[in-house]
Antibody
């Protein structure tokens, strides 16, 4: 069964660093073409893509948040970690991890949509 | 960065009627070498993560009812829900995966009239 699940603190204080873990099963970040993303959604707002790590260790970040974000995968290739520094109350949101497997065709690897999501973890930023 | 704009923000449709949602990208998400539009549609119900309905602009995910259909190319796309059912009440988002940073539209809330 293919699943993803986010974990981390429910509450962080302003200026602190948030560390979230995405644990997945049924696939691995060592699978060719596999990519896993972090996406957040503030209450009542549209989802906002944050970052992606690919099977080949390539990292991609949101333009507006890239100075605050770091994404990494552990040696098991079934966990991914996101750190976000200098947290602010506006960062209060549900944080999701989601899979986006690339397909290989005659043009090379082609990115795909987010086909599986974790249930999300809600993070409140407050003193 | 590619900006995705959806319209309308919300719509109320009678049961059994058609709902049409529009999505426009600030630049083309059609990749000419493979002739694919890097555009997905998601459905989100309260308390749940978004669920992928359609990818490559018009390809339904496995298990998605055929009353959901996607169309369009380049910068203009449409999600159509034929014969709206009560369980289709949700917020719908389009999303481009043509280039990073990836981006979503602002969402369209579909309700029953």
């Amino acid at each position: 069964q293919v699943t993803l699940r986010e974990s981390g603190p429910a509450l962080v204080k302003p200026t602190q660093t948030l560390t979230l873990t995405c644990t997945f099963s049924g696939f691995s970040l060592s699978d060719s073409g596999m990519c896993v993303n972090w996406i957040r959604q503030s209450p009542g707002k549209a989802p906002e893509w944050l970052a992606r790590i690919d099977w080949d260790d390539t990292e991609h970040y949101s333009t507006s948040l890239k100075t605050r974000l770091t994404i990494s995968k552990d040696t098991s290739k079934t966990r991914m970690v996101l750190t976000m520094t200098n947290m602010d109350p506006v960062d209060t949101a549900t944080y999701y991890c989601a899979r986006s497997p690339s397909n290989y065709d005659r043009t090379g690897y082609t990115q795909n949509a987010f086909d599986l999501w974790g249930p999300g973890t809600f993070v409140t930023v407050s003193s | 960065d590619i900006v995705m704009t959806q319209s309308p923000d919300s719509l109320a449709v009678s049961l059994g009627a058609r709902a049409t949602i529009n999505c426009k990208s600030s630049r083309s998400v059609l990749y000419s070498p493979n002739n694919k539009n890097y555009l997905g549609w998601y459905q989100q119900k309260p308390g749940q993560p978004p669920k992928l309905l359609i990818h490559w602009a018009s390809i339904r995910e496995s298990g998605v009812p055929d009353r959901f259909s996607g169309s369009g190319s380049g910068t203009d796309f449409t999600l159509t829900i034929n014969s709206l059912q009560a369980e289709d009440v949700a917020v719908y988002y389009c999303q481009q995966y043509y280039s990073v940073p990836l981006s979503f539209g602002g969402g369209t809330k579909v309700e029953i009239k």
